[in-house]
């Protein structure tokens, strides 16, 4: 089992060091765990869901220390990044400059009209134009080449009452442009434990309709439980794994 999607309490919404993650792989044999902690951002935009700049160089030691300590493990370094184009070169300028093995790109929030939509406004419902901005800044994302893979491209699901028509047409939109630049898409299990929290009635994300669609598209997948704590390393991967094999995703692996 690998998890390459993992947060420290840094993020000001996890809890746990690199230590503390290291401890529970060991003993839920976890042979291969990557840090993706959410990559501070030069304009402090939404700075308190992510690490101060001042605190960068310190995550990165502990996962270099992290992983001095414990030579049997394969640990990776990396970041989680909110795309914006304003932020491309300086994702790139930190990557090379604290030599990460990847970045994982994401899209929490996106331009609409002026403004800033986030995917996570409890009771909002994307309409189609909505969905479409969506899609449109998770592509732009994925065309920047940066990104080693995209995190949850079904978290607009968290903003749909059902599945309908819209949302295929954007997903396609999405999976078209994954298969063309050949960009692995994360089968990210927090929705779950999220939508049960949410009180929801369906799981938002994965979504199982989106994940049935990448099949056609043949998209590669990879599963991860976008842990925030030490004790959710692992948490609902099966449920990710068993959809990655009902729908015969190819597995991709870092
Ligand atoms: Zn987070
Ligand atoms: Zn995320």
Known sequence: MNNFHTHTYRCKHAKGDVLDYIKMARLKNVGELGFS??????????????????ELE???????????????MRILLGLECDYSPDYVSFFQEIKQRYQMDYLIGSIHAFPYEGESVGCFQEGKVFD????????ESFVKAMQTGIFTFMAHPDLFCLSLNGWNPEALSVSAYILEAAKALDMPLEINCSGIKKSMDMGKF????????FWELAAGFGVKGIVSSDAHTPESLTQNMDA??????E???????L
């Open 37 to 54: 902690d959410h990559t501070p951002l030069p304009d402090g935009w939404w700075q308190d869901v992510r690490m101060g700049m001042d």
């Open 58 to 72: 310190g995550y990165v030691n502990a996962v270099l220390e992290g992983r001095k300590q414990n030579p049997n």
């Open 128 to 135: 189609y134009k909505m969905l479409k901005a969506y899609a």
């Open 202 to 209: 369906e799981i938002a994300y994965p979504k199982r309709e």
């Open 240 to 245: 990710g794994f068993y959809l990655q094999k």
């Open 247 to 253: 729908y015969q995703i190819e597995p991709f692996v």
